[in-house]
């Protein structure tokens, strides 16, 4: 059996205008990418101005 672990990452945001906080989630990353970024970190976030919940993390920088 394959006990291959996967990591993801979570980001949090308020919207200034609602004040609501929407939370976004990367999709599996197969290499533990906490030594890549340091705690309270910004992350590039693309989000649909009309439907927030459709969003893409830009994860990128963990390629080496």
Do not use: Q
């Amino acid at each position: 059996m394959n006990k291959r672990r996967y990591y993801s990452l979570h980001c949090e945001w308020i919207d200034p205008y609602t004040n609501t906080m929407h939370t976004f989630k990367s999709g599996y990353i197969s290499e533990n990418p906490s030594d890549l970024i340091a705690p309270g970190a910004t992350l590039r976030v693309l989000i649909d101005p009309n439907n927030p919940k459709r969003y893409w993390m830009d994860t990128a920088f963990l390629e080496g």
